[in-house]
């Protein structure tokens, strides 16, 4: 069994800062591309930022500059650095990640449970 957990949403003003922080744990052999994604209400969920194993990143446009994402390999842990906050940031973000299971022959997708970003004006 394979569990993401994320942390740190909440409340910031527009122009602060938040760190998300996503962690997987259970039965993992690897784990490949990770990525935030968020979901406002009445919106479908978009993607913000992926990284790959290796380090390789893609963002949105409307976060480009904004927000950065990072991974610590050892720790199975994937953040999101999010600067320069706007109203229309505000989401609930979730946490995905490929991840291989067992003796390596099978890879699923996991999500986190998701956190609540809210960005006042």
């Known amino acids: 069994q394979v569990q993401l957990v994320e942390s740190g949403g909440g409340l910031v003003q527009a122009g602060g800062s938040l760190r998300l922080s996503c962690a997987a744990s259970?039965?993992?052999?690897?784990?490949?591309?990770m990525g935030w994604y968020r979901q406002a209400p009445g919106n479908q969920r978009e993607l913000v930022a992926t990284i790959t194993s290796g380090g390789s990143t893609n963002y949105a446009d409307s976060v480009k500059g904004r927000f950065t994402i990072s991974r610590d390999n050892a720790k199975n842990t994937v953040y999101l650095q999010m600067n320069s906050l706007k109203f229309e940031d505000t989401a609930v973000y979730y946490c995905k990640a490929i991840i291989a299971t067992g003796g390596g022959t099978s890879t699923f997708q996991y999500w986190g449970q998701g956190t609540q970003v809210t960005v006042s004006s």
């Open positions: 259970g039965s993992i052999f690897s784990i490949n591309r």
